[in-house]
């Protein structure tokens, strides 16, 4: 992987719901899974997203983005925070898809 970027995860029970969540909203991306023991890094090339959606879909509805910048340690790339997603990119990439 070239330009890796992504979260960087406490680990919790709710690792592995978020690691589904992301790859849902990642279909076209190769999401890599580094487990560390104490944290998990989760990453693509370029380019990752998460939406609250799809976190809700796999943690229960009350489940909101807020609650997944708790669980992050660290993080590659550029962090984006929106009230429904938080996405990770590369400034200027030519990997970024179109919002």
Sequence with gaps: MDNPVG???RMSD???PV???IREDNPDREVEVIDRGAYVRVQADGY???TE???QR???SNFRIRSL???LTAFAGRIETRSDRIEWHLQA???VPAR
């Design 58 to 60: 796999h943690l229960g």
């Design 7 to 9: 979260p960087i995860l």
């Design 69 to 71: 910048e708790v669980m």
């Design 53 to 55: 959606e799809s976190l």
């Design 93 to 95: 990439s030519p990997n």
């Design 48 to 50: 990752l997203v998460v």
């Design 19 to 21: 690691i589904e969540a």
């Design 14 to 16: 709710e690792v592995e």
